[in-house]
């Protein structure tokens, strides 16, 4: 059982920056490849970042691709998300997922789906 609890989201005006952290329990946090996700009102939840198991591949979507940096830190079971030159259209609930990645698992993996547990959600708001 992964519990992750995400924290950082918060107001901020076009152009800022803002650090999310997701902070997970248990000790197998080095076995699962963790991913951020987001969700707008009305809108399905979108994939955003996965970063594997090692913290040596990512994967981003075209649109935080540039702007948005996800890292993990082992000594204290947590993954972050650099968000940089935040849009109007970043504002969402920002889930963090884990996903454990075993050596079958497909990578990258953005699908919702096949993620195993989830934060209760930041809320980030950018205003114009």
């Known amino acids: 059982q992964v519990q992750l609890v995400e924290s950082g989201g918060g107001l901020v005006q076009a152009g800022d920056s803002l650090r999310l952290s997701c902070a997970a329990s248990g000790r197998t946090f080095s076995s699962y490849a963790m991913g951020w996700f987001r969700q707008a009102p009305g809108k399905e939840r979108e994939f955003i970042v996965v970063?594997?198991?090692?913290?040596?591949?990512?994967y981003y979507a075209d649109s935080v691709k540039g702007r948005f940096t996800i890292s993990r830190d082992y000594a204290k079971n947590t993954v972050y998300l650099q968000m940089n030159s935040l849009k109007p259209e970043d504002a969402a609930v920002y889930y963090c997922?884990?996903?454990?990645?075993?050596?079958?698992?497909?990578?990258?993996?953005?699908?919702?789906?096949?993620?195993?547990?989830w934060g209760q959600g930041t809320q980030v708001t950018v205003s114009s």
């Open positions: 997922a884990a996903r454990y990645q075993g050596v079958d698992s497909s990578w990258p993996e953005t699908r919702a789906s096949e993620y195993d547990y």
């Open positions: 970063i594997n198991r090692s913290g040596g591949s990512t």
